[in-house]
């Protein structure tokens, strides 16, 4: 199957039905994408599917064809990071950072279709995205931060 990946089309040899977490991680080594409980609940394994957050770990990727998909990988450009991911630095958002590539790209998805939200906004769109070090205050502030430099 031929998939669009961070802009470039790449060739699996997977199985119809396997996830597509499995394909990003095991056959085109990018492993920014995490492996968390398996059933698309926590969100450590989001990515972009034509600009939506999606659970990598609960698509075929028979359902992908033709489709753009964005991983944490592909947020960066030529050496710049993406404003999202600059803000969660700025805001030291992180811990341990399991979360991170699947709260940064949920951010981006709520950002591109709301980009100024409210607090209330914020946690609603996020809900789903588990942070096991508890650091939810500075992924609100990252995401205020990121929505104000817009």
């Given at each position: ?43 450590a394994c989001t ?104």
């Amino acid at each position: 199957m031929e998939l669009q990946i961070n802009g470039v089309k790449r060739l699996s040899q997977a199985a119809p039905e396997t996830s597509l977490l499995s394909v990003l991680r095991d056959e085109f080594d990018l492993t920014g994408t995490k492996y968390g409980c398996g059933e698309g609940q926590c969100g450590a394994c989001t990515v972009l599917l034509e600009g939506k957050a999606i659970r990598s770990c609960r698509t075929p990727i028979s359902s992908l064809t033709g489709k753009e998909i964005t991983t944490i990988e592909g947020l960066e450009k030529n050496g710049r990071l993406h404003p999202v991911q600059e803000a969660y630095l700025k805001v030291d958002v992180f811990q341990c950072g399991y979360c991170a590539s699947g709260m940064v790209l949920s951010t981006v998805a709520l950002l591109k279709n709301n980009p100024h939200p409210t607090q209330e906004q914020i946690i609603n769109f996020m809900n789903g995205n588990i942070c096991r070090c508890g650091t939810y205050p500075r992924i609100i502030q990252a995401i205020q931060e990121a929505a104000s430099q817009a």
